[in-house]
């Protein structure tokens, strides 16, 4: 008789009875190689079955088929979980679409356009192999300098929050058994971002009521919603390193919050106990205090494997404490079906899906509703038959991987060698003017300068190609040298000869257009802000050069608002718009208080007005919904699209609260001379803020509504509401 199959592999059997079978019959060490996530970039893939690995990343191609070889003939055939940074598309798969960064899609304010995007980059992700990607960020942004930024969805927690699930959506698409789909990860849990001086992964001074008022509100929102992986962040608070913290862990994330998913550390946390914070005097101490705070997965440690081995056999960490993480874990498989089916590699239909059309069409119109212009004279748009010549000049006019930007092919998580995504997948600024442009309508191109050196050679060409041409196009910003993990700044200039080249182009008295491809808010030169027009991409991806082409030539009307504010200098941070009331006077005795551009803002070719403002009741009772109403019209020439905000400021609150803080948004699309009444509704914890006692609570009171085009208070129309 042939032997019975185990009732792990029956899937007709409740995952919980899966779980507990194949859990019965592990031995420790196959459970302890199940909690750590292996880095799979070396050749030698022995580690799968001598460790028992459960979970690897950095792999790809014919090496994952292999890789899955090997976890289908252990003894028990646990299949892998594979993850990879899939950030703002298939990063590091060459050819793949590249959107936007966070950061540059964000100022869409479109969930439904984010959705897109995460379902785009599953389905090219999902034919490699991969399961799981280390994406949405749910940092908010705050000290500029910090490297990450660009990788956040700005300095707002309710719009980091609803951006954030619409990705994750995307991502995940109909459930854990869509095999289009990859897990999203709500990451980095909690607090990552408050750094000192924005030293990447430096200790942050969070209370926790600061933790409840503005960290952990999107995290919360991503949990609710249904996201199955969190990830832990580098650093620590209140000196407890993130992946230490029972209470973040635990208390909040799991038994508040009712997580059910897995809870990865970020990489190498656990070894950072000992190497790093020196929290933990070995391994052994780490494994114990990484399971006892909460943690599913270890993410590349190692000497974690050895670590817990020792903990449980000298009695210091129960074997049951082993068990709950790794039946989590088991589950989380059972559930994506990975038994039946471990959604091998399939380089055929992967070929296919990167090469679609229409994910190019949903990358270009990320690119479009990204674009922000930020200034304009009157210049934009161009009218390219009124023109003989046109100079592009910058550093960044050209160049694909600074627009492609951080957690790309060319970026600095991977070598050199691992190459770069095929340069005719990228339409750089220059490419997108000289396809728009008109026939004699010449295109002339200078780099005049570089960012990363203070080389000036070619700043005389560059002048001299401006000074024969009509318009200027100069394209500026920063380099992967300036920008991401570790890489934080100390100032927030234009590096290399970026300031001098502007401000040689500004002599020439040509009109200006200022072209922005970077990955934060930078501090601009006077020459810079007297230009005719400023126009914000930041990381653009593949499809930003068309973008900018249509703007300027007046294709495409510019409908992106900032979601992180601009600083007129460095020494204005933090410089978010939702500051605690509280202070002496509102500015510095030698600098305003007020940023260049604000958060909300954003032009566009036409002109809206707002009227009218009005709530359906003027007063609110418990758990009730206010319904908030404005009359917007267009009154200029172009139909547009406005993207419309709503504050809510509590006017008296027990503990202090900031100024204003966005509760919800709405697009309007409105042709020339058309006025619609846009309605909001504002949900009952709008109205919270975390007392002092670290409790959400609706106090009775006074509420302002607010209601415009930016952050700035003089944009935006007043109406009072009582909350009963």
């Known amino acids: 008789m042939p032997p019975q199959t185990p009732a792990y592999?029956?899937?007709?059997?409740?995952?919980?009875?899966?779980?507990?079978?194949?859990?019965?019959?592990?031995?420790?060490?196959?459970?302890?190689?199940?909690?750590?996530?292996?880095?799979?970039?070396?050749?030698?893939?022995?580690?799968?079955?001598?460790?028992?690995?459960?979970?690897?990343?950095?792999?790809?191609?014919?090496?994952?088929?292999?890789?899955m070889d090997l976890a289908a003939q252990s003894r028990l055939g646990i299949p892998l979980l594979v993850g990879e940074d899939a950030i703002h598309g298939h990063s590091f798969w060459k050819g793949a679409t590249i959107f936007p960064t966070q950061l540059a899609m964000a100022c869409s304010w479109n969930p439904d356009l984010l959705e897109q995007v995460g379902r785009v980059t599953a389905v090219e992700a999902a034919p490699t192999g991969i399961h799981w990607t280390f994406s949405p960020v749910l940092c908010l942004t705050r000290d500029l300098r910090w490297g990450r930024t660009g990788e956040t969805f700005g300095e707002d927690p309710y719009l980091i929050g609803e951006l954030g699930v619409a990705l994750m959506h995307g991502y995940q698409g109909s459930g854990l058994d869509d095999p289009h789909g990859i897990l999203a990860t709500a990451k980095h849990y909690a607090g990552y971002s408050e750094t000192q001086g924005g030293r990447d992964a430096s200790e942050a001074d969070i209370s926790r009521r600061k933790l409840r008022s503005y960290f952990l509100p999107p995290f919360e929102r991503a949990a609710r919603a249904g996201a199955m992986t969190f990830m832990t962040g580098y650093q620590s608070m209140e000196g407890v390193p993130s992946t230490a913290n029972h209470w973040l862990l635990t208390e909040v994330l799991k038994e508040e919050w009712g997580f059910q998913g897995v809870l990865v550390t970020d990489w190498d946390n656990v070894g950072r106990l000992v190497r790093e914070q020196k929290v933990c005097a070995d391994f052994a101490e780490a494994a114990i205090v990484a399971v006892r705070a909460g943690n599913d997965i270890m993410m590349t440690t190692p000497e974690f494997y050895e670590g817990a081995i020792e903990a449980v056999r000298t009695g210091r960490l129960a074997e049951s404490e082993i068990d709950a993480p790794c039946a989590r874990f088991l589950a989380l498989k059972f559930r994506m079906g990975l038994f039946e089916n471990p959604r091998r590699p399939d380089l055929q239909r992967a070929a296919v899906e990167i090469s679609r059309p229409e994910?190019?069409?949903?990358?270009?119109?990320?690119?479009?509703?990204?674009?922000?212009?930020?200034?304009?004279?009157?210049?934009?748009?161009?009218?390219?038959?009124?023109?003989?010549?046109?100079?592009?000049?910058?550093?960044?006019?050209?160049?694909?991987?600074?627009?492609?930007?951080?957690?790309?092919?060319?970026?600095?998580?991977?070598?050199?060698?691992?190459?770069?995504?095929?340069?005719?997948?990228?339409?750089?600024?220059?490419?997108?003017?000289?396809?728009?442009?008109?026939?004699?309508?010449?295109?002339?191109?200078?780099?005049?300068?570089?960012?990363?050196?203070?080389?000036?050679?070619?700043?005389?060409?560059?002048?001299?190609?401006?000074?024969?041409?009509?318009?200027?196009?100069?394209?500026?910003?920063?380099?992967?040298?300036?920008?991401?993990?570790?890489?934080?700044?100390?100032?927030?200039?234009?590096?290399?000869?970026?300031?001098?080249?502007?401000?040689?182009?500004?002599?020439?008295?040509?009109?200006?257009?200022?072209?922005?491809?970077?990955?934060?808010?930078?501090?601009?030169?006077?020459?810079?802000?007297?230009?005719?027009?400023?126009?914000?991409?930041?990381?653009?991806?593949?499809?930003?050069?068309?973008?900018?082409?249509?703007?300027?030539?007046?294709?495409?009307?510019?409908?992106?608002?900032?979601?992180?504010?601009?600083?007129?200098?460095?020494?204005?941070?933090?410089?978010?718009?939702?500051?605690?009331?509280?202070?002496?006077?509102?500015?510095?005795?030698?600098?305003?208080?007020?940023?260049?551009?604000?958060?909300?803002?954003?032009?566009?070719?036409?002109?809206?007005?707002?009227?009218?403002?009005?709530?359906?009741?003027?007063?609110?009772?418990?758990?009730?919904?206010?319904?908030?109403?404005?009359?917007?019209?267009?009154v200029g020439q172009r139909e547009g699209t406005e993207i419309v905000q709503v504050y809510v400021s509590d006017v008296v609150t027990s503990a202090t609260w900031v100024n204003k803080a966005l509760k919800g948004f709405a697009r309007a699309h409105l042709t020339p001379g058309e006025k619609k009444?846009?309605?909001?509704?504002?949900?009952?914890?709008?109205?919270?803020?975390?007392?002092?006692?670290?409790?959400?609570?609706?106090?009775?009171?006074?509420?302002?509504?607010?209601?415009?085009?930016?952050?700035?208070?003089q944009d935006l129309l007043r109406a009072k509401l009582t909350v009963a």
Not at 26 to 35: D, I
Not at 49 to 57: C, E, K, M, P, Q
Not at 584 to 605: E, I, M, N, V
Request: glycine share 8%; charged share 20%; net charge negative.
């Open 677 to 713: 009444t846009v309605q909001v509704a504002l949900p009952w914890p709008s109205f919270e803020i975390v007392n002092a006692e670290g409790v959400s609570v609706v106090e009775p009171g006074e509420f302002e509504i607010l209601v415009g085009t930016s952050s700035r208070d």
């Open 9 to 67: 592999r029956n899937p007709s059997l409740s995952v919980a009875e899966r779980v507990a079978d194949l859990l019965g019959r592990m031995t420790l060490e196959e459970k302890v190689g199940q909690l750590i996530m292996w880095d799979a970039r070396a050749d030698d893939l022995s580690f799968i079955n001598t460790r028992h690995a459960g979970s690897i990343l950095h792999i790809l191609g014919e090496k994952l088929d292999r890789a």
């Open 359 to 634: 994910h190019r069409a949903v990358n270009l119109e990320a690119a479009r509703q990204s674009l922000v212009l930020l200034q304009n004279n009157g210049l934009l748009p161009l009218d390219p038959h009124q023109l003989t010549s046109i100079a592009v000049i910058g550093p960044n006019a050209d160049d694909d991987l600074q627009q492609l930007g951080d957690w790309s092919l060319g970026a600095s998580q991977h070598p050199p060698e691992a190459g770069k995504h095929p340069r005719e997948k990228t339409t750089t600024v220059l490419d997108g003017i000289r396809a728009l442009a008109p026939a004699g309508l010449e295109v002339r191109y200078e780099r005049g300068c570089s960012i990363d050196n203070e080389d000036l050679s070619g700043i005389a060409t560059a002048v001299a190609t401006a000074q024969s041409s009509d318009v200027i196009v100069a394209v500026v910003g920063d380099h992967l040298n300036y920008i991401g993990e570790g890489l934080s700044t100390a100032t927030l200039e234009l590096q290399g000869g970026q300031v001098a080249l502007l401000d040689a182009l500004a002599q020439t008295g040509k009109p200006m257009i200022v072209v922005l491809i970077n990955s934060k808010p930078l501090v601009l030169p006077a020459s810079a802000k007297q230009a005719a027009a400023i126009v914000e991409l930041f990381n653009p991806g593949m499809e930003g050069g068309r973008a900018l082409a249509e703007a300027l030539f007046g294709q495409l009307n510019p409908s992106g608002k900032l979601t992180v504010s601009i600083p007129v200098h460095v020494g204005q941070q933090p410089v978010f718009y939702s500051q605690v009331r509280g202070q002496h006077g509102d500015r510095y005795a030698d600098l305003t208080q007020q940023p260049l551009f604000p958060f909300g803002h954003g032009l566009s070719y036409t002109q809206y007005v707002y009227s009218n403002l009005r709530l359906a009741s003027p007063t609110l009772s418990t758990g009730e919904t206010a319904q908030v109403l404005v009359d917007v019209a267009n």
